[in-house]
């Protein structure tokens, strides 16, 4: 499969509303699942636009393919990011679960390639600026999405 030019992708977008003070605009497509947990997701990111503030509860690796991926570290409870750094194409991560963050495309967006493997159901929490959870990604319902 080519991640450049496969028209068969479906993308799946995701908009904030007023009720977010940063740009949420990105999109994901599910690249492959298996039932052991397992979940390859391709990312793209407008330019300059945020996904939705998260920690991730399942171990992920990334690899950026285009673009430049912007990761904020974020301690809860602080104002502000306590590490940023620049992800450019080719870079490889390897993160275990609890890393919380916010992540945006750079001047010209970001197309990331990810591999979570759930422990568990979940694979992401999205979360308030307080930190509390207000959405979760779970394997589960990827999987049932997938099975219609």
Known sequence: MNLFENKNLKWRRFIGDESFDYKIDYEAALLNIRDHGQVDLLYRWA???????????????SLVLA?????????????????????????YAHKEPGDVHMERGGPEGALVLFSLKAADDSLAQSLDKDGSVIAESLFSDILNRQKK
């Open 67 to 91: 673009g430049e991926l912007h990761v904020e570290t974020i301690e809860l409870g602080a104002d502000e990011a306590v590490e940023t750094k620049i992800r450019y194409a080719g870079d």
């Open 47 to 61: 330019p300059n636009s945020y996904c939705h503030f998260h920690r991730h509860t399942a171990e992920t690796t």
